[in-house]
């Protein structure tokens, strides 16, 4: 055999034992942790990553860019206490009972609002059922240590994350906000005080950090739950002057809201006080993922990221805008829905970096299962599929997803039901019984109802989306005896002239140089003696 020829099977064996080793998979680790970070009313564009132009956020971003980043990743609710139930429990809210945020009234209560609506919401479940099992008790079950930080929201004393599966619980009870505020001293009867103007995201993250450190030689669960970017919006004095700053190099617009059906809604992103807050929990996430770095820990723990739904544009403190997505936090459209959805898994090195297929709050339960070796649970996280094959390139089987929020909410959204099937999705009013359609694909803004030229389709979907609610024996909104539409159209008239005015007003403050909020900013500046 000549030189020539012998020198070209060295060189083809090289490639393709170079071309095996690249496509096989760092060793896998043999103790496999879970860090699970979800953050509070946190938008789809409120990332960096996807709209630089304002928001910083370098270590959500490193979690995406180091990961696996879902496109059309959702939360299984409009807001918060039915999203984060799905999470634990890998069931959609109209399956598990818990339709709304814990606390809202429902029922001939809804009257005490004096919103004077067509409808009375529904009642719903207050905690996660004590029969499921949980996430985190299934971890239990296969010797992992379980810890939670932060905002629970998912029941009082009794239905707390020690009574769903938690070993330790840091900070979470009843509430949804942070009662107390952003700076210490809080009110928090599972976190102690113990610096005055302490930051509240960056000691959950500290406290994870704690936890990490002492249990780095054994399998852990660390769930962390940010109270963040729910409102009372604060944030220090220095953020504050960064961000206001930055939003006037980028130009100020004269008017930041216009009127949505029955609240106003956010269209720009430039609140000072909201940005601040946001780079706040994204400098606690970089202490958490520092944390893992030099406890040696990087290599060997999962890191996930998400939201419970969308970014807040209308109602609570009209923080940011979601646009171009329509809507917000309390919308059933995909503003209110859509969220950032990040997973990492640092020995997956084959992994994929992006994906279209649209996912879910249920589909972490049955993943996290998959990455760590457990055998899945099928008969609980009913709603959820595993994801790995999407995070190695590879398929699931196509589904549809459904959301199901029977109530009005804080935030100007309506009472509702919806399907998603590909690339169609379709919204059941339950006000007058109306059904909206749009196709994703090619009307991300949801701009355009094709009802009427999509007829069989719409069909479909709304005979799919009533099978799956009467299978779970899902509740529905009443008609309201007592309505009056004399009322509603002068209490929706008020908050477009009062309501609309001061907004401005407040969004015109917090960009005025002269804007010093009372207590010392919130309780961030101290004086020492």
């Known amino acids: 055999m000549n030189n020539s020829i012998t020198t070209l099977i060295l060189f083809l064996l090289i490639l393709s034992a170079c071309k095996e080793k690249s496509t096989k998979n760092m060793s896998e680790p043999e103790i496999k942790n879970v860090l699970f970070i979800l953050a509070d009313d946190f938008g789809y564009y409120d990332v960096s990553l996807r709209n630089d132009s304002f928001y910083e956020t370098p270590n959500i971003d490193r979690i995406a860019n180091e990961g696996t980043i879902f496109n059309q990743g959702y939360s299984t609710c409009q807001v918060c206490s039915p999203s984060r139930a799905s999470i634990l429990n890998g069931k959609f809210p109209a399956r598990h009972g818990i339709t709304d945020w814990i606390g809202a009234r429902s029922g001939e209560k809804w009257r005490e609002i004096k919103r004077f609506s067509k409808l009375l919401p529904p009642e719903y479940n207050h905690n996660l059922d004590h029969k499921d099992t949980t996430l985190p008790e299934a971890l239990k079950q296969e010797g992992y240590t379980t810890y ?283 006000e007058d019984d109306r059904n909206e359609l749009y196709n994703l694909k090619t009307d991300l803004k949801e701009a355009y109802n094709l009802i009427s030229e999509n007829t069989s389709m719409a069909k479909e979907l709304e005979k799919e989306l009533f099978i799956y609610l009467k299978s779970v024996n899902a509740k529905y909104p009443i008609k309201d005896p007592l309505y009056d539409s004399i009322l509603e159209k002068k209490h929706i008239q008020k908050i477009a002239t009062k309501k609309l005015q001061s907004l401005e007003i407040q969004r015109l403050q917090f960009l005025s140089k002269d804007f010093d909020p009372k207590n010392n900013w919130w309780g961030s500046m101290l004086t020492k003696d």
Request: hydrophobic share 35%.
């Open 148 to 430: 939670f930080a932060g905002k629970w929201h998912l029941g009082g004393k009794g239905s707390w994350p020690e009574d769903h599966g938690f070993d330790i619980n840091i900070g979470g009870f009843d509430a949804g906000s942070p009662k107390g505020g952003y700076f210490s001293p809080w009110e928090n009867p599972n976190l102690e005080n113990k610096e005055d103007g302490e930051n509240l995201s960056m000691r959950l993250a500290q406290e994870t950090v704690n936890f990490m450190k002492v249990n780095k030689d054994k399998k852990f669960f660390a769930y962390l739950s940010f109270y963040a970017v729910h409102g009372p919006i604060q944030t220090s004095q220095e953020k504050w002057a960064k961000y206001r700053a930055k939003a006037e190099k980028n130009g100020i617009h004269d008017k930041g809201f216009k009127m949505a059906k029955f609240l106003p809604i956010r269209q720009t992103q430039d609140n000072p006080v909201y940005a601040g807050l946001v780079e706040s929990m994204d400098d606690a996430v970089g202490l958490v993922l520092k944390g893992l770095k030099d406890l040696g820990l990087d290599k060997n723990t999962i890191v996930i990221f998400t939201s419970d739904n969308g970014g807040v544009s209308a109602g609570d403190s009209f923080s940011t805008s979601n646009l171009p997505l329509r809507g917000g936090k309390g919308y059933q459209y995909e503003g209110g829905i859509k969220e950032p959805y990040f997973i990492k898994v640092p020995w997956l090195e084959n992994k994929i970096k992006s994906s279209d297929i649209p996912v879910s709050g249920t589909d972490f339960y049955p993943t996290i299962l998959d990455l760590v070796g457990i055998k899945l649970k099928p008969e609980e996280h009913l709603d959820g599929v595993s994801l790995l094959p999407l995070l190695k390139g590879e398929k699931i089987k196509n589904r549809s997803l459904i959301w199901h929020y029977p109530h009005y909410g804080n935030q100007g959204g309506e009472p509702s039901s919806i399907i998603r099937k590909g690339d169609w999705k379709l919204i059941h009013y339950y």
